[in-house]
């Protein structure tokens, strides 16, 4: 079993800069892929990126590829979204998910656990 909790959502301006966190319970947490997905109202969840559980596998969604950057530091159990040139576009919902199976971080049906979300709002 594993509990995520993010932190680090807020108001922000566009071109500003966030970082959320995630934090993990559970003494296996380098086991897990680890991933962001953004969710608005009456949309699908949106996946946004993810992380191999050694952090020697990136992969990014083509809308925040050179703005957005996952990390984690397993000593820590703790997944990081660095969130750079924010747009109005990126406001959502992020959550935080573990996957403990095979590679594939693009499908939430994938994910094991999930954390409760943390609200990011970017105005124009």
């Known amino acids: 079993q594993v509990q995520l909790v993010e932190s680090g959502g807020g108001l922000v301006q566009a071109g500003d800069s966030l970082k959320l966190s995630c934090a993990a319970s559970?003494?296996?947490?380098?086991?897990?892929?680890m991933a962001w997905f953004r969710q608005v109202p009456g949309k699908n969840r949106e996946f946004v990126a993810a992380i191999g559980g050694s952090g020697g596998r990136v992969y990014s969604a083509d809308s925040v590829k050179g703005r957005f950057t996952i990390s984690r530091d397993n000593a820590k159990n703790s997944v990081y979204l660095q969130m750079n040139s924010l747009k109005p576009e990126d406001t959502a919902v992020y959550y935080c998910?573990?996957?403990?199976?095979?590679?594939?971080?693009?499908?939430?049906?994938?994910?094991?656990?999930w954390g409760q979300g943390t609200q990011v709002t970017v105005s124009s």
């Open positions: 559970g003494r296996t947490f380098s086991s897990y892929d």
């Open positions: 998910a573990a996957n403990s199976g095979p590679w594939f971080p693009t499908n939430s049906f994938r994910y094991d656990y």
